[in-house]
């Protein structure tokens, strides 16, 4: 099991943070990729998530299973999500989402939280991130990282600020999850491959987060930068409001995990033999030229 409880056990190894990127329906790859971290017994110790992100990390951080989870990603749709309102800020209001996540977390308070837990969303007159964590409301938070501009009314916080998806300024939330205090960073980015798939979007709605994806394509390759490893779920043949693709999605995510779980276990290997934070400076470098050859690969 993942959570507080097992961070008492191993007082001297390295922290682990995960970062899950956004990417809408493609989001449900990360349970695969949850999946073969569990199996393999890489604790988690820290979750950032950014949209969908968000919405992954913060039920597996609330304390729910991966089943439960799956269970979700499975069933939803993006009527569960929103609701045609007059505003002239957006087609829909996404309030419908923060109801359906307070009635399904087993929490819904960041004080409450199994995990540590950030999700990521944009100030949208600021134009700069906005990491919600550590007090206050998950469902908000997530809601706030999950509001995709043009299509859902901005929220606004208590501070006054209009929020929108978290995804225009840190789709890959690698800062935040190496702010919470993660050593070691494993990102996870589902939209790396950009859009394999023939033909144009079937909605509005993929119209929008097409556009969106190509702007983030290009600036998820300097949030790589600040993870230790990044996963990489080949489904740019799936776009980004296919909700019914699950399965393939998941097993996406799987496959992209087993292919990097050797390296993850050699990572935590060299963190444990030499406790001193060497390893963020050294692993900097062949990381960086490894992201970039992959990331040439995909282009």
């Given at each position: 099991?993942?959570?507080?409880?097992?961070?008492?056990?191993?007082?001297?190894?390295?922290?682990?943070?995960?970062?899950?990127?956004?990417?809408?329906?493609?989001?449900?790859?990360?349970?695969?990729?949850?999946?073969?971290?569990?199996?393999?017994?890489?604790?988690?110790?820290?979750?950032?998530?950014?949209?969908?992100?968000?919405?992954?990390?913060?039920?597996?951080?609330?304390?729910?299973?991966l089943d439960e989870i799956e269970e979700i990603g499975r069933n939803l749709r993006w009527r569960d999500m929103g609701r045609t309102t007059l505003s002239r800020l957006g087609v829909q209001s996404n309030a419908r989402m923060e109801e359906y996540i307070r009635a399904r977390f087993p929490v819904?308070?960041?004080?409450?939280?199994?995990?540590?837990?950030?999700?990521?969303?944009?100030?949208?007159?600021?134009?700069?991130?906005?990491?919600?964590?550590?007090?206050?409301?998950?469902?908000?938070?997530?809601?706030?990282?999950?509001?995709?501009?043009?299509?859902?009314?901005?929220?606004?916080?208590?501070?006054?600020?209009?929020?929108?998806?978290?995804?225009?300024?840190?789709?890959?939330?690698?800062?935040?999850?190496?702010?919470?205090?993660?050593?070691?960073?494993?990102?996870?980015?589902?939209?790396?491959e950009g859009a394999k798939f023939l033909g144009p979007p079937q909605s509005a709605i993929g119209v929008m987060l097409q556009s969106m994806m190509v702007v983030q394509?290009?600036?998820?390759?300097?949030?790589?930068?600040?993870?230790?490893?990044?996963?990489?779920?080949?489904?740019?043949?799936?776009?980004?409001?296919?909700?019914?693709?699950?399965?393939?999605?998941?097993?996406?995510?799987?496959?992209?995990?087993?292919?990097?779980?050797?390296?993850?276990?050699?990572?935590?290997?060299?963190?444990?033999?030499?406790?001193?934070?060497?390893?963020?400076?050294?692993?900097?470098?062949?990381?960086?030229?490894?992201?970039?050859?992959?990331?040439?690969?995909?282009?």
């Amino acid at each position: 099991m993942w959570g507080k409880d097992s961070n008492n056990q191993e007082q001297h190894r390295a922290r682990i943070g995960l970062a899950l990127s956004g990417g809408a329906a493609r989001g449900i790859a990360h349970v695969g990729v949850l999946r073969v971290l569990q199996e393999h017994d890489i604790p988690i110790d820290y979750i950032a998530g950014t949209s969908a992100g968000a919405l992954v990390g913060g039920a597996l951080a609330s304390g729910m299973s991966l089943d439960e989870i799956e269970e979700i990603g499975r069933n939803l749709r993006w009527r569960d999500m929103g609701r045609t309102t007059l505003s002239r800020l957006g087609v829909q209001s996404n309030a419908r989402m923060e109801e359906y996540i307070r009635a399904r977390f087993p929490v819904t308070r960041f004080e409450e939280l199994k995990i540590p837990f950030a999700a990521v969303a944009t100030d949208l007159r600021a134009g700069s991130a906005v990491v919600l964590s550590g007090e206050g409301d998950v469902a908000f938070a997530i809601r706030a990282s999950c509001t995709i501009p043009g299509w859902y009314v901005p929220v606004t916080d208590e501070q006054g600020r209009q929020l929108v998806d978290g995804g225009l300024v840190a789709n890959v939330p690698t800062a935040a999850a190496r702010a919470l205090g993660a050593d070691l960073v494993i990102a996870v980015d589902v939209n790396c491959e950009g859009a394999k798939f023939l033909g144009p979007p079937q909605s509005a709605i993929g119209v929008m987060l097409q556009s969106m994806m190509v702007v983030q394509r290009t600036a998820a390759m300097h949030q790589w930068q600040d993870a230790d490893l990044v996963i990489m779920p080949k489904v740019g043949h799936i776009r980004w409001d296919e909700m019914t693709r699950a399965g393939d999605l998941i097993s996406a995510g799987r496959q992209a995990a087993l292919s990097t779980i050797e390296r993850i276990k050699h990572l935590i290997e060299l963190a444990q033999e030499r406790p001193s934070k060497w390893y963020q400076f050294r692993r900097r470098a062949a990381e960086r030229t490894e992201d970039k050859r992959r990331f040439s690969r995909l282009r």
